[in-house]
């Protein structure tokens, strides 16, 4: 006995699913770079501006983090 099976798959289509996999990579690109310039800037001032700052040098990245990522 042969059976046949057809598997559609319903929803979205393979554009449409490709074109959100493309906005989510864009959106986490630009986080990153969010992350990496905040970064660089704060490990660019000196100690005395980060006390100006209220930024303990150990929360640098934290703070990196929290600009990009939300807390």
Do not use: N, W
Not at 15 to 41: M, P, W
């Amino acid at each position: 006995m042969t059976t046949l099976t057809a598997t559609f798959f319903s929803g979205t289509s393979l554009r449409s699913r490709f074109e959100t996999f493309r906005a989510q990579l864009d959106e986490k690109v630009a986080k990153r770079k969010i992350y990496q310039t905040t970064l660089k800037e704060l490990e660019q001032c000196s100690a005395r501006d980060l006390q100006d700052l209220g930024i303990a040098p150990s929360s640098i990245q934290q703070i990196a983090h929290e600009a990009a990522y939300g807390a």
